[in-house]
């Protein structure tokens, strides 16, 4: 038969027999025998196209015999073939039975192919895979969902106003004498000894640091207190206990510190001249953009929140609802490995006990983030949610707004890289299903400080509703 291996739907089904081998709750193994007339003749179309335009020595361009080509390329192709058919049928079977299974299908190819085909018997591939579990939706016409709302005050404007002076400020260096003060840079040489021995990573030059807020070694700023410029420094520290190199862990070190430059901040004053720097006409025009923003990043905070509400209230509905093994497994390893990799990051080293107590909230956040994505992908099923080109368009275009001056660059950046866009229209699934459950039930505003509000961190959605 001939067919196009790319599996266009409008092409007759491939000739299968499908055999339930093991079902175990929501797992499947299946043994699939793909008739051998129909793999033959798949093959012998592949061999002849490669005949065609075939250049060999001592041959003319497609006049290679067709026997020396299965000599030399036929397990190849009998190969390439089996993997294709064997895809292809997988569609054909889970479109039949109305199946959707929670991972990528896994297929079992035979590894004696070769051995087999010499025998006239069909060719067999196996299935393994794990099925959703049917999801009975609750009625949502019920269900409260509260956002809190916020309106910046004259305070709020004030601080944010402050805040953008501080981060304008610009250092300068102190007079010669002058000692350090907290918020003041520092810029420093330092060298650590161990044992009476440099210490491997435990130099520095041109290290700059505020006083009061470094990052160093605890005790490194601390012993810079009141120095002045061109002042030398020795400070006896000792490493922590769990301090991620083992060679340092717990011992005494001590470091001789060189003092370069010790400047104080300089922070610009609230002025015309200030919002001038901003682009801003006056104080009293900047204040009004400095509202506005406010008010516009409470609002998404508020609509944030509001999503974070919908999906545990849509959770706490389906306590039932239980996560299927191998998708729960997949979900809790890349939760695991994002926890050890942010912790190695930042060189902390870890406990047996905190460890323990870190898996168990992986796991805990891993079923909450299965389960939460089947619902997501029911009622998107069952509401026939698409997002569509122009959706995607659309958040692309709002996403490069947020790089003013850069927008091109950003877009081509997100363009080219599949797991953003792949983020991008899962967020905007879930925006579409969120605004389907709003509608059913009740949206509740609750006034809340705008302080709390936006000291409230927005976590990521726990669902990739585009699977």
Same mark, same amino acid.
């Given at each position: 038969?001939?067919?196009?291996?790319?599996?266009?739907?409008?092409?007759?089904?491939?000739?299968?027999?499908?055999?339930?081998?093991?079902?175990?709750?929501?797992?499947?193994?299946?043994?699939?025998?793909?008739?051998?007339?129909?793999?033959?003749?798949?093959?012998?179309?592949?061999?002849?196209? /490669?005949?065609?335009?075939?250049? %060999?020595?001592?041959?003319?361009?497609?006049?290679?015999?067709?026997?020396?080509?299965?000599?030399?390329?036929?397990?190849?192709?009998?190969?390439?073939?089996?993997?294709?058919?064997?895809?292809?049928?997988?569609?054909?079977?889970?479109?039949?039975?109305?199946?959707?299974?929670?991972?990528?299908?896994?297929?079992?190819?035979?590894?004696?192919?070769?051995?087999?085909?010499?025998?006239?018997?069909?060719?067999?591939?196996?299935?393994?895979?794990?099925?959703?579990?049917?999801?009975? %939706?609750?009625?949502?016409?019920?269900?409260?969902?509260?956002?809190?709302?916020?309106?910046?005050?004259?305070?709020?404007?004030?601080?944010?106003?402050?805040?953008?002076?501080?981060?304008?400020?610009?250092?300068?260096?102190?007079?010669?004498?002058?000692?350090?003060?907290?918020?003041?840079?520092?810029?420093?040489?330092?060298?650590?000894?161990?044992?009476?021995?440099?210490?491997?990573?435990?130099?520095?030059?041109?290290?700059?640091?505020?006083?009061?807020?470094?990052? /160093?070694?605890?005790?490194?700023?601390?012993?810079?207190?009141?120095?002045?410029?061109?002042?030398?420094?020795?400070?006896?520290?000792?490493?922590?206990?769990?301090?991620?190199?083992?060679?340092? &862990?717990?011992?005494?070190?001590?470091?001789?510190?060189?003092?370069?430059?010790?400047?104080?901040?300089?922070?610009?004053?609230?002025?015309?001249?200030? &919002?001038?720097?901003?682009?801003?006409?006056?104080?009293?025009?900047?204040?009004?953009?400095?509202?506005?923003?406010?008010?516009?990043?409470?609002?998404?905070?508020?609509?944030?929140?509001?999503?974070?509400?919908?999906?545990?209230?849509?959770?706490?509905?389906?306590?039932?609802?239980?996560?299927?093994?191998?998708?729960? &497994?997949?979900?809790?390893?890349?939760?695991?490995?994002?926890?050890?990799?942010?912790?190695?990051?930042?060189?902390?080293?870890?406990?047996?006990?905190?460890?323990?107590?870190?898996?168990?909230?992986?796991?805990?956040?891993?079923?909450?983030?299965?389960?939460?994505?089947? %619902?997501?992908?029911?009622?998107?099923?069952?509401?026939?949610?698409?997002?569509?080109?122009?959706?995607?368009?659309?958040?692309?275009?709002?996403?490069?707004?947020?790089?003013?001056?850069?927008?091109?660059?950003?877009?081509?950046?997100?363009?080219?890289?599949?797991?953003?866009?792949?983020?991008?229209?899962?967020?905007?699934?879930?925006?579409?299903?969120?605004?389907? %459950?709003?509608? &059913?039930?009740?949206?509740?505003?609750?006034?809340?400080?705008?302080?709390?509000? /936006?000291?409230?961190?927005?976590?990521?959605?726990?669902?990739?509703?585009?699977?």
């Amino acid at each position: 038969m001939k067919r196009d291996m790319k599996g266009d739907s409008e092409q007759d089904e491939m000739q299968i027999k499908v055999t339930e081998k093991s079902a175990d709750g929501l797992a499947r193994d299946l043994d699939v025998a793909i008739a051998r007339p129909e793999f033959d003749a798949a093959c012998d179309e592949r061999l002849q196209s /490669m005949q065609a335009n075939l250049k %060999l020595d001592g041959f003319r361009e497609g006049k290679v015999p067709l026997t020396h080509v299965k000599r030399l390329y036929g397990a190849q192709v009998h190969k390439e073939v089996m993997e294709e058919m064997a895809r292809t049928a997988t569609q054909q079977i889970l479109q039949e039975r109305k199946w959707r299974p929670t991972l990528q299908p896994h297929l079992q190819l035979d590894e004696q192919l070769e051995t087999r085909l010499k025998s006239e018997g069909d060719v067999h591939f196996g299935i393994q895979l794990e099925l959703r579990p049917e999801v009975a %939706l609750s009625d949502f016409s019920q269900l409260v969902f509260e956002r809190p709302v916020a309106t910046p005050g004259e305070q709020d404007v004030a601080e944010a106003l402050g805040a953008l002076a501080v981060a304008q400020r610009r250092f300068v260096a102190r007079l010669p004498g002058a000692k350090a003060e907290p918020g003041d840079k520092l810029v420093v040489d330092f060298q650590g000894t161990m044992d009476g021995k440099d210490m491997e990573g435990g130099k520095g030059e041109g290290v700059e640091l505020i006083l009061g807020e470094s990052r /160093m070694l605890p005790g490194f700023a601390e012993a810079l207190a009141g120095c002045t410029a061109a002042e030398t420094r020795t400070a006896k520290l000792r490493y922590p206990a769990d301090h991620p190199q083992a060679e340092f &862990a717990g011992k005494e070190a001590e470091f001789k510190i060189q003092v370069k430059s010790v400047l104080a901040p300089q922070v610009p004053a609230l002025d015309a001249a200030f &919002a001038k720097s901003l682009g801003m006409e006056s104080m009293e025009q900047l204040r009004t953009a400095m509202a506005g923003r406010l008010k516009a990043d409470a609002a998404a905070q508020g609509q944030q929140k509001l999503k974070q509400n919908v999906f545990a209230s849509l959770v706490a509905a389906h306590k039932k609802l239980e996560a299927p093994p191998k998708m729960l &497994a997949q979900e809790y390893d890349q939760l695991w490995e994002s926890t050890q990799r942010r912790f190695a990051e930042l060189e902390q080293k870890l406990s047996d006990k905190e460890e323990k107590t870190l898996q168990e909230n992986c796991r805990r956040a891993a079923e909450t983030r299965v389960r939460l994505a089947l %619902l997501i992908s029911e009622i998107g099923a069952q509401k026939n949610i698409e997002v569509s080109d122009a959706d995607m368009q659309k958040e692309m275009t709002s996403f490069a707004a947020q790089y003013p001056g850069r927008e091109k660059e950003a877009l081509e950046q997100l363009q080219k890289s599949p797991p953003m866009l792949e983020r991008l229209r899962a967020q905007i699934f879930e925006d579409r299903v969120v605004e389907q %459950l709003c509608q &059913a039930g009740r949206v509740q505003d609750k006034p809340t400080p705008f302080a709390e509000l /936006m000291g409230q961190e927005a976590a990521a959605s726990p669902a990739d509703a585009s699977k």
